[in-house]
């Protein structure tokens, strides 16, 4: 020990607990080495005594307890570092838990709106106005659909789960589907919409507008599609109303028409008449007087034959024009349909020393429509264009019909007169019903009906005017392959 010497207070302290208690057992104390580096000591010992029991000696073992002292700091800073990370895990826990209650809080609130959600959509998929039909988009088949969709075609949902969507569509309607289907499928729609029959259970045909849209899944094809189908048959009927009323106004002003043509046709149907009468007059004379000449017999006979054609050719055109039918469009020449209406104005044209000026464009393309209607339309504008140059003052009566294709490539006609015109204000209301300038002579239907007529074609109807410059009417038709028209300028 002569090397060490306990820290100051510790010897004390231990001498004094030898001799309070007579020994002691794993005292630690601090031992300094002559360098003063300290080191922690353990001592276990005791006093001996003499025979008159004084001490006389002290007995003792003293250990060097560095490492077990390095040991317990390495505990303790071990087990302080294992308290914070137990509070900072804790804490940790603690945020978790709150977030997952606050998870947990959130998703039960999107469940619920998410339920909320369904239940309005249930409600307003079975609830729905019109019908609305889930369908597989490969092979067509329901997978949904709604009362209102079941009630148009007449099947239940199980009995649609059976069937397809091409199958209860009429055959007449399934390329145009199938057609904007494909389209749809590789993106180049993002919707269509078109009319079409459907096949009902009980076997009957329901016309329906179907607007279908698709349900993607994320970067493949859509796997399934919307159909929204609305029944259109009252609406279709009402059409089919309106168009028959239009047709039976469009025969009265027809009608009309002939009645106030009567006099020009009865003077061009008198023309080949009295032709008929002096062929056969020559003729009989002939017979009568017994010269027998075949080639004059032969001339009078072919002349009688060729007037009465041309007679009974203006009875049939009047016969057609006026009679009622059905509207039905055909493949029909333009420039034939305003040859024909000329023929009928041909009386009323000398009578009122009009020019005629004839610009037909021979290349234009047929056009489908009904010819009885066009001619209407036609007739209609010609007889207006000679009224308006009734006038004694006009020093030039000169009346213009020219066809051709516009910018868009649409068929036009325009109709162009030498009268006085029209004011802005009668230009307005020139298409109106009712509004006439014939005072109690007109209806004031003919432009009105023949508006209607055009834009039922797919046209549209117009007029251009300067007041002292003559009035001019275009109208535009579709050519084949075309569905609309536009106004525009002949190229």
Not at 201 to 207: E, L, P, Q, T
Not at 300 to 313: D, H, K, N
Request: with cysteine; hydrophobic share 35%; proline share 3%.
């Amino acid at each position: 020990m002569a090397d060490f010497y306990a820290r100051p207070g510790d010897r004390e302290k231990l001498l004094e607990r030898l001799y309070r208690d007579g020994m002691i057992n794993d005292y630690e104390a601090t031992l300094v080495d002559a360098s003063g580096t300290e080191r922690p000591f353990s001592f276990t010992g005791k006093i001996i005594t003499g025979t008159d029991g004084k001490p006389l000696k002290l007995a003792g073992v003293i250990r060097d307890i560095s490492d077990r002292k390095r040991t317990e700091e390495a505990l303790r800073t071990a087990h302080d570092e294992l308290e914070i990370r137990v509070r900072q895990r804790t804490a940790e826990l603690a945020r978790a838990g709150e977030e997952s209650r606050k998870e947990v809080s959130e998703r039960r609130r999107a469940e619920a709106a998410l339920q909320e959600s369904e239940q309005k959509f249930r409600a307003i998929f079975e609830q729905a106005a019109v019908g609305v039909a889930v369908i597989e988009t490969r092979s067509g088949r329901f997978t949904r659909i709604n009362r209102k969709f079941s009630d148009i075609v007449g099947y239940s949902e199980d009995e649609t789960g059976t069937i397809t969507f091409p199958e209860i569509t009429h055959p007449d309607d399934r390329q145009s589907e199938q057609d904007s289907m494909r389209r749809l499928v590789e993106g180049a729609l993002r919707e269509f919409s078109l009319e079409k029959r459907l096949y009902r259970k009980d076997g009957s045909i329901v016309w329906v507008n179907v607007t279908v849209s698709p349900m993607w899944n994320i970067g493949e094809q859509p796997g399934f599609h919307i159909a929204i189908v609305e029944d259109i048959a009252q609406r279709r009927a009402a059409e089919e109303r309106a168009r028959q009323h239009q047709a039976e106004l469009a025969h009265m002003a027809r009608l009309n028409t002939m009645g106030e043509m009567a006099t020009g046709i009865a003077h061009e149907l008198n023309q080949p008449l009295m032709a008929i009468t002096t062929y056969s007059d020559a003729a009989l004379r002939m017979v009568h007087s017994g010269v027998t000449r075949p080639d004059k017999l032969n001339e009078a006979l072919e002349g009688t034959r060729a007037q009465a054609a041309r007679a009974a050719e203006i009875i049939r055109h009047l016969r057609q024009f006026v009679r009622k039918h059905k509207p039905q469009k055909t493949e029909t020449s333009l420039n034939a349909l305003v040859s024909e209406v000329i023929g009928l104005i041909q009386g009323e044209l000398r009578k009122q020393g009009v020019g005629l000026l004839l610009q037909l464009d021979e290349g234009l393309p047929p056009v489908s429509v009904d010819g009885i209607q066009i001619e209407q339309v036609l007739l209609n504008l010609l007889r207006n264009a000679l009224e308006a140059m009734l006038p004694a003052a006009l020093q030039v009566r000169e009346l213009t019909i020219s066809t051709g294709l516009n910018r868009e490539g649409h068929a036009q006609c325009m109709v162009a007169d030498s009268g006085p015109g029209m004011e802005a204000e009668s230009l307005r209301h020139v298409f109106e019903p009712f509004v006439t300038s014939k005072g109690t002579e007109g209806m004031g239907m003919g432009l009105s009906i023949s508006r209607s007529i055009i834009e039922a074609h797919g046209g549209r109807l117009w007029a251009e005017s300067d007041s002292g410059q003559g009035a001019t009417f275009f109208f535009t038709l579709p050519v084949d392959g075309q569905t609309s028209t536009a106004p525009g300028s002949m190229t």
